[in-house]
């Protein structure tokens, strides 16, 4: 079938690579030059797993190409997919501006009947602003055409978005169009073989369902956190209590992991944008409201142990970090807890010495050159001349370290941990003084 992709972000070029490799023809528009000539030269502007090959074999192979030609795009494409971003207002509610954009732009230059899918994370009755849009564009230029306009959400993990694509848990597909619910069978037949993954419902469940399903996995992290202070102050551990609830089958153990709180670009912007889209129909939603609340104040819990430490006194010290990406196999900072402890750190007068295994390029262009800034090339390396370390991002680099290596080369033989990556225990045993999320206050090496 033949695809217009709009936006080549992370949801538009991981939709595109993996239709263009089951054996559709993609056409990629984007209004970045830049990006777009990079891409054609195998340059992929994100770090995703097994993105990179599959964007260079499928471009190579004439199955998926990429321009800033919007008419050239709406003109190939039968199905047309508005992948753009949507942005936090100022009031936390989804910006529909770059939605609105494309969906003026498919209604300039289209010449027969569309299938305009939303991809895009967007609130309860944005399809009902789209299909407005396009009609109101098409009534001015006199043109009398039909379209469809159907919610077909991602649900991408970042790290294994690639995989998620590829082989989806379910496929949601709002609409009431015969033709469309026919045509997008047709168009995921590749990824539905095993058994049918797709679920046809109404346009307005099927936007809801994206914020739903991101806003209960944000509620089960900020639920644990909160079961983490708790046993901080109770004196239990909460990996036991973790181990203990996730043998429920009713809960399982996937995004009961407790630590410095959640990042990204998906859970913090749709949390807010459906308590905003809540406050809209006068609805108080609490829960949601708490979920945020408790990620917010979880991102101060390294600095606080931090400062609980050494009081005050963390002028001139350097701290190693380890892990600045907000979750392990991506790039991505949006969000970061990384960032909150850094800029906390810089108040107080302290230097950083970190090291991620893909985001250090991300770092330099969010925080450009400073003297209280040092990004080095080794998780070692960060250890030199550090006074601890801080672990933010639980990259399976950090799970096995040299801790007498650790020990030898910071000037206090401490780690305080945000990920609860080892055993406290094996930490008394190496020498080390170890803080952890909700495993007690510390404990203390020799």
Same mark, same amino acid.
């Given at each position: 079938?033949?695809?217009?992709?709009?936006?080549?972000?992370?949801?538009?070029?991981?939709?595109?690579?993996?239709?263009?490799?089951?054996?559709?023809?993609?056409?990629?528009?984007?209004?970045?030059?830049? %990006? @777009?000539?990079?891409?054609?030269?195998?340059?992929?502007?994100?770090?995703?797993?097994? &993105? !990179?090959?599959? /964007?260079? #074999? +499928?471009?190579?192979?004439?199955?998926?190409?990429?321009?800033?030609?919007?008419?050239?795009?709406?003109?190939?494409?039968?199905?047309?997919?508005?992948?753009?971003?949507?942005?936090?207002?100022?009031?936390?509610?989804?910006?529909?501006?770059?939605?609105?954009?494309?969906?003026?732009?498919?209604?300039?230059?289209?010449?027969?009947?569309?299938?305009?899918?939303?991809?895009?994370?967007?609130?309860?009755?944005?399809?009902? %602003? @789209?299909?407005?849009?396009?009609?109101?564009?098409?009534?001015?230029?006199?043109?009398? &055409? !039909?379209?469809? /306009?159907? #919610? +077909?959400?991602?649900?991408?993990?970042?790290?294994?978005?690639?995989?998620?694509?590829?082989?989806?848990?379910?496929?949601?597909?709002?609409?009431?169009?015969?033709?469309?619910?026919?045509?997008?069978?047709?168009?995921?037949?590749?990824?539905?073989?095993?058994?049918?993954?797709?679920?046809?419902?109404?346009?307005?469940?099927?936007?809801?369902?994206?914020?739903?399903?991101?806003?209960?996995?944000?509620?089960?992290?900020?639920?644990?956190?909160?079961?983490?202070?708790?046993?901080?102050?109770?004196?239990?551990?909460?990996?036991?209590?973790?181990?203990?609830?996730?043998?429920?089958?009713?809960?399982?153990?996937?995004?009961?992991?407790?630590?410095?709180?959640?990042?990204?670009?998906?859970?913090?912007?749709?949390?807010?944008?459906?308590?905003?889209?809540?406050?809209?129909?006068?609805?108080?939603?609490?829960?949601?409201?708490?979920?945020?609340?408790?990620?917010?104040?979880?991102?101060?819990?390294?600095?606080?142990?931090?400062?609980?430490?050494?009081?005050?006194?963390?002028?001139?010290?350097?701290?190693?970090?380890?892990?600045?990406?907000?979750?392990?196999?991506?790039?991505?900072?949006?969000?970061?807890?990384?960032?909150?402890?850094?800029?906390?750190?810089?108040?107080?007068?302290?230097?950083?010495?970190?090291?991620?295994?893909?985001?250090?390029?991300?770092?330099?262009?969010?925080?450009?050159?400073?003297?209280?800034?040092?990004?080095?090339?080794?998780?070692?390396?960060?250890?030199?001349?550090?006074?601890?370390?801080?672990?933010?991002?639980?990259?399976?680099?950090?799970?096995?370290?040299?801790?007498?290596?650790?020990?030898?080369?910071?000037?206090?033989?401490?780690?305080?941990?945000?990920?609860?990556?080892?055993?406290?225990?094996?930490?008394?045993?190496?020498?080390?003084?170890?803080?952890?999320?909700?495993?007690?206050?510390?404990?203390?090496?020799?």
């Amino acid at each position: 079938m033949k695809v217009t992709v709009f936006g080549i972000g992370y949801v538009g070029l991981v939709q595109a690579a993996v239709m263009a490799e089951v054996g559709h023809d993609v056409v990629c528009v984007d209004v970045d030059q830049n %990006k @777009v000539d990079k891409l054609k030269q195998g340059h992929i502007p994100i770090f995703e797993p097994g &993105l !990179t090959p599959l /964007v260079k #074999s +499928n471009y190579e192979a004439g199955r998926v190409d990429f321009t800033i030609d919007a008419a050239r795009g709406v003109a190939h494409g039968e199905v047309i997919f508005i992948a753009v971003g949507t942005p936090p207002d100022e009031d936390g509610s989804a910006d529909l501006k770059y939605v609105l954009s494309v969906a003026n732009t498919v209604a300039e230059h289209m010449d027969c009947h569309k299938i305009i899918i939303n991809k895009s994370t967007v609130p309860v009755g944005t399809a009902d %602003k @789209v299909s407005a849009k396009v009609s109101a564009t098409l009534a001015s230029l006199g043109k009398d &055409l !039909t379209f469809d /306009v159907v #919610s +077909n959400p991602e649900f991408l993990k970042e790290g294994a978005a690639v995989n998620d694509c590829m082989r989806p848990d379910r496929i949601i597909i709002g609409t009431d169009s015969e033709l469309a619910e026919k045509t997008l069978r047709e168009l995921y037949s590749p990824f539905n073989r095993n058994h049918d993954k797709i679920i046809i419902m109404d346009i307005r469940s099927a936007e809801l369902t994206k914020y739903a399903a991101n806003c209960m996995l944000a509620t089960k992290i900020s639920f644990m956190n909160e079961m983490a202070n708790l046993a901080e102050l109770m004196g239990a551990d909460i990996e036991n209590v973790r181990r203990g609830i996730g043998s429920d089958p009713r809960i399982g153990y996937q995004f009961i992991y407790p630590g410095c709180g959640y990042g990204g670009s998906c859970f913090p912007k749709d949390v807010q944008a459906l308590v905003r889209s809540a406050t809209g129909v006068g609805y108080s939603a609490k829960v949601l409201e708490a979920v945020e609340a408790v990620n917010y104040a979880q991102k101060e819990k390294l600095f606080e142990y931090i400062t609980r430490h050494f009081g005050d006194d963390l002028k001139g010290k350097t701290v190693a970090i380890w892990g600045l990406s907000f979750k392990p196999n991506t790039d991505d900072m949006r969000e970061a807890s990384s960032r909150v402890l850094m800029e906390n750190l810089w108040k107080a007068g302290a230097k950083v010495k970190a090291y991620d295994p893909e985001a250090m390029e991300e770092t330099q262009r969010i925080y450009g050159s400073r003297d209280d800034l040092s990004l080095v090339g080794t998780k070692e390396a960060a250890l030199d001349g550090a006074d601890f370390l801080v672990i933010c991002t639980e990259w399976q680099a950090f799970r096995a370290p040299d801790f007498e290596l650790i020990k030898e080369k910071l000037s206090t033989p401490l780690i305080f941990d945000g990920r609860n990556l080892f055993e406290p225990n094996m930490m008394l045993e190496h020498g080390l003084h170890y803080y952890a999320i909700g495993r007690g206050l510390s404990v203390k090496g020799q």
